[in-house]
């Protein structure tokens, strides 16, 4: 458990309150993610992998998953 709080914040582009909402935070140095609708499962990851990540979503390197 990370001993420094957790300012969740998500996406302007996210649904309603509550509802399909994936959400980001800071704690000890790491990236942290969760779904709205299960906040118990949090997903840790360095600023440098998730920055990996959003440069290949933004490339399009996943778009195939959508179709």
Partial sequence: MSASPINWKK???SG???????EL???DGMIKMRESDD????ITTSREKLAAFLRGAKAGEFDYLLS
């Avoid at 309603?16 to 994936?22: I, K, R, T």
């Avoid at 906040?39 to 949090?42: E, K, M, N, S, Y």
Wanted: hydrophobic letters at 30%; one cysteine or more; charged letters at 20%.
């Fill in 25 to 27: 935070g800071t704690a």
């Fill in 16 to 22: 309603g309150e509550g509802e399909n909402c994936l």
């Fill in 11 to 13: 996406s302007s582009f």
């Fill in 39 to 42: 906040p118990d499962v949090v």
